[in-house]
């Protein structure tokens, strides 16, 4: 089986940990590195908590630290409550004996792009900072990569930052107008299809004690669950696991139906910055340049997941 090169563009995060997991129990990823930028923490803990997932994970793959905040505005950090003080659940994490690398997130991308011309992916689920400041200062680059798998955006379905826009847009609107808008083909791994594929209490009791994840993951993920249902008993919770879905479609795209539309990104409004414009209309003149994920085999998914990161059932 051929091997998909990637570099996964991360600020893990609780679902970041669990998609890191995923990917490099994959047989068809072969993850050349992880590059850091902050978002569900500060950049500082997203790169820690990387490194310590990566540990856990028994890989040695390389971590690059990159951006510490977006393009143009300030940054707001508003994923406490869905990933903790320390963007992992509050879960006690050691220090990695692993260090990040020195070389920097963008000078790794670039070398990778370069030596794996026109077969790499990139997988991000973070705010699209780094490759945005990327694609900036290296416009030649664009024609190199393969794909762009986002997990990011709302094209037929609410936010969940804002009304209408979703957290990894709305954190750097800019920089996803620039790869939105870079040519490069991207898939889009929106709420759309991230809402419809939960983890529940069922699945996280199934945890083979033995993994070497099992503290810091039962211990976050718990967390999570909490997060999202505020006031539920242990028993029925749910949690969507938008980042370990861009990860499987990277690897296998097959598990979502997409659908080639021109998409934008709203920068300016008071109620709508960070908004995936799509444009349904069947007249439109303008051209597709994203492919959007519609729907999912929730099923496969699910149970792909489970057996990968050793959840015995996917209850
Ligand atoms: C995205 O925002 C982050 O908090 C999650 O890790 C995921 O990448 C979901 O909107
Ligand atoms: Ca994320």
Redesign the pocket.
């Known amino acids: 089986m051929e091997s998909i090169p990637v570099i996964l563009d991360m600020?893990t995060?609780?679902?970041?940990a669990l998609a890191i997991l995923y990917a490099l129990s994959s047989k068809k990823l072969r993850a050349l590195g992880i590059t850091t930028c902050f978002?569900?923490g500060d950049i500082e803990n997203t790169t820690r908590n990387t490194l310590a997932i990566v540990e856990l994970g028994l890989s040695s793959v390389p971590v690059y630290q990159g951006a510490s905040h977006p393009l143009v505005s300030p940054w707001e950090s508003t994923?406490e409550a869905?990933?903790g003080p320390n963007g992992l659940g509050g879960t006690r994490i050691f220090h990695p004996t692993q260090k990040a690398e020195p070389l920097s997130a963008l000078d790794f991308l670039r070398k990778s792009i370069e030596d794996h011309a026109h077969d790499i992916v990139l997988v991000a689920?973070?705010r699209l900072t780094n490759i945005a400041s990327l694609l900036l200062a290296h416009t030649e680059l664009t024609s190199l990569i393969k794909r762009i798998v986002v997990?990011?955006g709302a094209a037929f379905v609410p936010g969940?930052v804002t009304p209408v826009a979703?957290?990894?847009i709305w954190g750097d609107p800019e920089a996803a107008w620039v790869v939105f808008h870079s040519g490069v083909p991207i898939t889009m791994v929106g709420?759309d299809v991230?809402m419809q594929v939960p983890i529940s209490d069922g699945m996280l009791s199934s945890l083979v004690p033995q993994v070497p994840y099992f503290d810091v993951i039962r211990e976050a993920v718990d967390f999570y669950l909490s997060a999202y249902n505020p006031g539920e008993p242990r028993g029925n919770r749910t949690a969507p696991l938008?980042?370990p879905l861009a990860v499987a479609v990277a690897e296998d795209d097959s598990l979502c139906k997409t659908q080639a539309l021109p998409v934008d990104i709203e920068l300016s409004g008071r109620f709508t910055r960070g908004m995936t414009v799509v444009d349904r209309r069947e007249r439109t003149t303008a051209a597709p340049n994203v492919d959007v994920a519609v729907t999912v085999d929730r099923e496969r998914f699910l149970k792909q997941f489970a057996q990968r990161l050793q959840f015995q059932q996917s209850g």
Do not use: S
């Open positions: 600020d995060g609780i679902d970041d978002g569900n994923a869905f990933h689920t973070a997990m990011g969940n979703e957290a990894n709420l991230t938008h980042d």
